[in-house]
Each structure stands twice: as structure tokens, then as C-alpha cells.
């Protein structure tokens, strides 16, 4: 079961027609003693951050209540806006927060809202819910760490004989030969509610991982902030910030120069960085880019170009390290989630919320191919397998595939996962695969063998693998 149907857009109505349950008991509402506006960014904002990113906010949005944004909380989800500007006794977010109407949130056993916590979504509401005035660096928030249902695998990357997982809020590490567990990465300054330090790599989810070249370094992307790790003493050594939203994509120049980043606003701007690596500069920051959030970055093999995918269903590619337009390519109907290139830098392929895979000519600036109903939801991360003409991808169908990018053909359909599939990562000798999601683990498979050889449970999990569901056809 996904954890995020829980919340409460996305509940059946007949949930409410279950065994009777003990009455609500609503939280106190105070009045407030300030005669200055409430500001989103500096009020509502960190108690959004606190009490709810861990389960709300993501990579991908399927139908999805997003409160890692302004706009995404005005939007709502499913169920329609859960904001009315100037009545928040009508707003359904005000009545399941402050516990007036069921289903109340945070989820049973999270710590709820306090009463001035309320009564600043209440006096924000009814102010008329105004917009941020303006971006500033997020100051260090007291976490409360994430219920133990929810473990999202967003992102996983191979390094040198080790596997790294984003799940939830964390990076977990393991051994790439034997799959045991080995350490989590950890931000010594995340505290949680009692001051004790948080077990957590960010304040909200890992969206994107990626290893230098060597294998020594892991950067990790998260809500307005990249992380830069040292792997072998597992500490913090940078820190960079002022991202505009989630950093939902990384990436390393083949020879280690260069970590391309993306992200940005949803519907309002698509971010894309280039840092060069020997001091973590910023060089470029390549706009216009795409007009809205970017899914994913890739550098060409030879390392003098960039391709980038976004939700305004482009895929473009840039000159490194100018950040010119090189190309631009159009033919998705929904967001680009994910772009590849083919070992010969000749071609990409590239992955969208139309369910779709499209095979791209580069030098000709035309598609190649289609490959219709690739997946029946949406395609969510594919990659190349070293120098061959194939690939693998994943979908929120829960489905893994191995492809033909030269004819489109499926080679393989690989089994065992049971629910949405985010994260894919192949192995540097292309030998081994891992894929994660919903489900919390992460499973890795030989290329050539559609059954996982070993499940990466979370830390402290029974270490017993769970028997496969049949291949899906």
C-alpha cells in the first residue's frame, strides 16, 4: 500500500462509513497577540516543513497533494483546493488539521499541529492565504522523523562496491558484492523535537543521488538544498542551498569536473545549475531553461554536452560548459521524467508521463521512434546499459523492462515489485541493477535473470527477502 494514500484528499468517501470510532477531540483554538500580517514564508511555511513534507512532497506527482510549494498547496490534489482565501472555518486543510473534521492530520501517532500552530494557518487563511513576498534560505528546522510507514525509495545510485538509497529522508548505504547494510549518512545539525540528533540526511525527502566518478563523493538532493558527502568517513563536507524548490536531478560529468543539478518551481520555472566540482562554484545558471520543474539531467558521454528533461515536455540539451541551447525536442504530451544518452552520444531516449518512451536522433534534432504504451502509467526513470543499444525502465505500474533502443522491442520484464517504481540505478560494469519505490525497498536484479537476487530491506528490518509476485505479462 502506498503510504501517501493516506492523506487526506485521497481518501474513499466510504472510509467514513467503517466501524464508529471514538469522537474528535479539536484542537484548542487561541487568538493570537500580533498586529503584523502573517507571512507565509516565515510563519506557515516552517509548520507546513515540520509537520508535513516528510509525507508531502516528491519527485513525481501522480494526482498528488504537493505542500513543498505555495502554488501546490493553493492547488490541492484530487479532491479539489483545500484553501478558501478569507475563510479558513471553511477550509477542509483548517478542519482535518485542527482534528474538526476526519481525517485528522498528521496521521495518528504524529505529533498535531499545536494550538499557535493552528491559529497561524487560521489567521494565514483568513488574511486571504497571500503568496510568499519573496525567496530566502530556509533556516534549520526541528524534525519530527517520518512515521515508520513511510520509507519512499526515491533514488538509489551505484558507487564503487556500494549501493546508495535515498529513502524517506535518509541515505542508506550498503555493500554492492554481499548487500549488507552498512552505515547511514547523516546531518548533524537536524535535531529532533527533543534535541536529540534526527536520524536523517535532510529536512525533507531525498529526491536524487549521485556518486563522483571516483566513487568518493555522494551528492544528494533534497528540498532547496544539495548535500556533498565524503563516503568513507560518511560525513557532511558541503552543504549548498538556495535552490527555489526541490533538487530533483544530478548529475556528474564523465570526468568529474562538472555536477549538473535541476529542479525548480513547479509550473513557475524549470532550474538548471552547473557547478564545477574543485570548489563547488556555481558557473552557470542556465536560463531560460525549461518553464518548468526539470526531472532530469544527463552529460553527453563526451562531456561537452548537457541533456536536460521537464514537465513543459521538452527534452533540450546545452553546451558544456557555455550552457548555450544546442537542441530542442518536442513530441511528449505530458511531463519528461527522465533522458538518456546512448554510449555513442548519437542518441537519447527519454521517458514520459504519457507513458511513452521516445528514441531521439541527435544530429538529425528528430525522433527516431516511438514506443507506444511502453508502460500503463507513467515512465519514471530509464537508463542506458553501458555500451550496448539497450535500456531498462520503470514505471508507476510497478513494472521493470529491458528494451531495444535500435528496433524498440521489450527483451525482458523483470518481476517482484509490488507497488509505484521511482528509482533506477545500474551498475558502472552493467552487471547488476537496483530499483526502488513506494514499497520501501530496494531490489536488485542481474541484468540477464528477471527474479532479484536480494532485497535491501530498511536498517533493522527481518533481513528475510520476500517472495516475488509472478512476471507481469
Request: a positive charge; hydrophobic letters at 35%; one cysteine or more.
Amino acid at each position: 500500500m502506498r503510504y501517501l494514500s493516506l492523506f487526506l484528499l485521497f481518501l474513499s468517501p466510504a472510509m467514513g462509513q467503517e466501524k464508529k470510532e471514538k469522537p474528535l477531540k479539536p484542537i484548542e483554538e487561541i487568538k493570537l497577540d500580533r498586529k503584523d500580517p502573517i507571512s507565509y514564508e516565515k510563519d506557515v511555511e516552517p509548520i507546513f516543513a515540520d509537520k508535513c513534507f516528510v509525507c508531502h512532497s516528491g519527485n513525481v506527482i501522480e494526482s498528488k497533494f504537493d505542500m513543498s510549494t505555495y502554488a501546490g498547496v493553493m492547488k490541492g490534489g484530487k479532491r479539489g483546493t483545500v484553501i478558501i482565501p478569507g475563510k479558513a472555518s471553511d477550509s477542509f486543510l483548517y478542519k482535518v488539521s485542527g482534528h474538526r473534521e476526519k481525517p485528522v492530520m498528521p496521521l495518528k501517532g504524529e505529533d498535531p499541529l499545536s494550538p499557535k500552530e493552528l491559529a497561524l494557518v487560521k489567521a494565514w487563511i483568513d488574511q486571504g492565504a497571500k503568496a510568499p513576498m519573496g525567496m530566502r534560505e530556509k533556516k534549520k528546522i526541528v524534525l519530527n522523523l517520518p512515521p515508520e510507514s513511510v520509507k519512499p525509495v526515491r533514488a538509489v545510485a551505484f558507487g564503487k562496491k556500494i549501493i546508495a538509497v535515498g529513502r524517506a529522508n535518509q541515505i542508506n548505504i550498503y555493500d554492492s558484492e554481499k548487500f549488507d547494510f552498512v552505515k547511514t549518512l547523516l546531518d548533524p545539525d537536524l535535531k529532533t523535537a527533543d534535541g536529540k540528533p534526527a536520524k536523517a540526511a535532510h529536512i525533507s525527502l531525498v529526491e536524487s543521488l549521485a556518486f563522483s566518478p571516483d566513487g568518493k563523493t555522494l551528492v544528494s538532493g533534497s528540498f532547496q538544498e544539495l548535500n556533498i558527502w565524503d563516503i568513507d568517513s560518511g560525513k557532511l563536507k558541503k552543504k549548498l542551498t538556495g535552490f527555489a524548490d526541490r533538487v530533483t536531478a544530478l548529475d556528474f560529468s564523465h570526468d568529474g569536473k562538472y555536477l549538473a543539478t535541476g529542479g525548480g518551481a513547479p509550473t513557475e520555472d524549470g532550474e538548471l545549475r552547473l557547478y564545477q566540482t574543485s570548489d563547488w562554484k556555481l558557473i552557470q545558471d542556465i536560463k531560460p531553461a525549461h518553464s518548468d520543474t526539470v526531472y532530469a539531467v544527463q552529460f553527453s558521454p563526451d562531456n561537452t554536452k548537457l541533456a536536460s528533461s521537464a514537465a513543459d515536455k521538452f527534452v533540450k540539451v546545452f553546451e558544456v560548459p557555455s550552457g548555450k541551447l544546442l537542441k530542442s525536442f518536442e513530441g511528449h504530451t505530458h511531463h519528461v521524467l527522465d533522458v538518456a544518452w546512448k554510449s555513442d552520444g548519437k542518441a537519447l531516449a527519454s521517458a514520459g508521463a504519457d507513458n511513452v518512451i521516445k528514441i531521439w536522433d541527435y544530429d538529425k534534432g528528430e525522433q527516431i521512434r516511438t514506443i507506444q504504451q511502453a508502460h500503463t502509467k507513467q515512465v519514471t526513470r530509464l537508463a542506458f546499459i553501458g555500451k550496448t543499444p539497450t535500456f531498462m525502465s520503470v514505471s508507476g505500474d510497478n513494472a521493470f523492462k529491458l528494451w531495444n533502443s535500435d528496433n524498440g522491442g521489450m527483451q525482458r520484464n523483470y518481476s517482484g515489485n509490488i507497488d509505484y517504481l521511482y528509482a533506477l540505478a545500474i551498475s558502472d560494469d552493467g552487471k547488476l541493477a537496483a530499483v526502488g519505490g513506494e514499497e520501501g525497498v530496494v531490489r536488485v536484479y542481474k541484468i540477464e535473470n528477471p527474479q532479484p537476487i536480494k532485497v535491501l530491506l530498511p536498517p533493522g528490518e527481518i533481513k528475510k527477502d520476500p517472495p516475488p509476485p509472478p512476471t507481469k505479462k
